[in-house]
C-alpha cells in the first residue's frame, strides 16, 4: 500500500481516502483515482486559510488550502511534506475536506474554519465529523522562533501547543496538537491520528522539507465520495 488509512473513515460507505507516503507520486494518485470514476482536484496552495466549496472539479487549480464537497465523484487532495494533512468526514450528511495546514493556516485556523464552512453551507454538526489528522513533523523535530510562538498568542491558539528547544528563542511546536485543539474548539469529537503516521521528519518513507530541502517532493492526502 503507497497510503495508510483511518479505520474510522474507511467504515463509511463509499467513501474513499488516505494519507499518500512518499512514494505515492501525482501520477500515481491520478491513476488511482481514475481506477474508482474519480476526478482529482488539487489546489495551487498558498499557506492561506482560503476554503474552496466545490460542486465539480475546477478548469484548473485553485489558489487556497482547503477543499470541501458532498458531491460524488471526486477526489480532494492536499499536499505537504512537513506540514500537517487534515481529512474531515461528516458521516450523516456526507460531506468530505481536505486541509493543508501549515503554521501559517493553522495560526489562521483552518482546520475550525473548514467545519464551519461545512456547516455554514451544507448544514454539517460538528459532532457528526470524523478528523484524521496525517503525517507532519513530529513535536520534537519541530523548533521554531518566537516570532512563530508569539503570533499563535495573539491569534488566541494555547500556549501548550508549544515546548522549550533548549536554545533561547526557541521552540518546538506540536502542529497535531494545535490542529486538535482546533478542532475541538469547532465541536468535532472525533479527532485521531491515522494510522501509522509517524513524523515525517523522521521516518524516511515520508518526505520532509525540513530534511531534504526539496520543494518537489510532496505527499498526497486524499478523500472524495464515489457513490
Ligand atoms: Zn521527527
Same mark, same amino acid.
Given at each position: 500500500?503507497?497510503?495508510?488509512?483511518?479505520?474510522?473513515?474507511?467504515?463509511?460507505?463509499?467513501?474513499?481516502?488516505?494519507?499518500?507516503? =512518499?512514494? *505515492?507520486?501525482?501520477?500515481? /494518485?491520478? #491513476?488511482? @483515482?481514475? $481506477?474508482?470514476? &474519480?476526478?482529482?482536484?488539487?489546489? !495551487?496552495?498558498?499557506?492561506?486559510?482560503?476554503?474552496?466549496?466545490?460542486?465539480?472539479?475546477?478548469? =484548473?487549480? *485553485?489558489?487556497?488550502?482547503? /477543499?470541501? #464537497?458532498? @458531491?460524488? $465523484?471526486?477526489? &480532494?487532495?492536499?499536499?505537504?511534506? !512537513?506540514?500537517?494533512?487534515?481529512?474531515?468526514?461528516?458521516f450523516?450528511?456526507?460531506?468530505?475536506?481536505?486541509?493543508?495546514?501549515?503554521?501559517?493556516?493553522?495560526?489562521?485556523?483552518?482546520?475550525?474554519?473548514?467545519?464551519r464552512?461545512?456547516?455554514?453551507?451544507?448544514?454539517?454538526?460538528?459532532?457528526?465529523?470524523?478528523?484524521?489528522?496525517?503525517?507532519?513533523?513530529?513535536?520534537?523535530?519541530?523548533?521554531?522562533?518566537?516570532?512563530?510562538?508569539?503570533?499563535?498568542?495573539?491569534?488566541?491558539l494555547?500556549?501548550?501547543?508549544?515546548?522549550?528547544?533548549?536554545?533561547?528563542?526557541?521552540?518546538?511546536?506540536?502542529?497535531?496538537?494545535?490542529?486538535?485543539?482546533?478542532?475541538?474548539?469547532?465541536?468535532?469529537?472525533?479527532?485521531?491520528?491515522?494510522?501509522?503516521?509517524?513524523?515525517?521528519?523522521?521516518?524516511?518513507?515520508?518526505?520532509?522539507?525540513?530534511?531534504?530541502?526539496?520543494?518537489?517532493?510532496?505527499?498526497?492526502?486524499?478523500?472524495?465520495?464515489?457513490?
Amino acid at each position: 500500500m503507497l497510503f495508510s488509512i483511518d479505520e474510522r473513515l474507511s467504515r463509511i460507505p463509499g467513501l474513499v481516502h488516505g494519507f499518500g507516503r =512518499g512514494d *505515492l507520486t501525482e501520477e500515481g /494518485l491520478r #491513476t488511482f @483515482a481514475l $481506477g474508482r470514476g &474519480l476526478r482529482l482536484v488539487l489546489l !495551487d496552495q498558498i499557506h492561506s486559510d482560503i476554503i474552496h466549496i466545490i460542486e465539480e472539479a475546477p478548469a =484548473g487549480r *485553485l489558489p487556497g488550502d482547503a /477543499l470541501a #464537497t458532498n @458531491a460524488p $465523484g471526486l477526489l &480532494l487532495a492536499v499536499k505537504t511534506a !512537513d506540514c500537517l494533512p487534515v481529512l474531515l468526514a461528516d458521516f450523516r450528511l456526507r460531506v468530505v475536506a481536505a486541509v493543508h495546514a501549515g503554521w501559517r493556516g493553522t495560526r489562521l485556523r483552518i482546520v475550525e474554519k473548514t467545519v464551519r464552512a461545512m456547516a455554514g453551507r451544507f448544514g454539517t454538526d460538528p459532532a457528526d465529523v470524523i478528523a484524521a489528522l496525517g503525517p507532519g513533523i513530529g513535536a520534537s523535530c519541530y523548533e521554531v522562533g518566537e516570532e512563530v510562538r508569539s503570533e499563535f498568542l495573539s491569534a488566541g491558539l494555547p500556549g501548550s501547543v508549544f515546548a522549550p528547544a533548549g536554545r533561547p528563542g526557541k521552540h518546538f511546536l506540536d502542529l497535531a496538537e494545535a490542529n486538535a485543539s482546533l478542532l475541538r474548539a469547532a465541536g468535532v469529537p472525533e479527532i485521531a491520528p491515522a494510522g501509522d503516521s509517524g513524523c515525517t521528519h523522521c521516518d524516511p518513507r515520508m518526505h520532509s522539507f525540513r530534511r531534504d530541502r526539496d520543494a518537489s517532493r510532496r505527499m498526497f492526502s486524499f478523500i472524495g465520495l464515489s457513490s
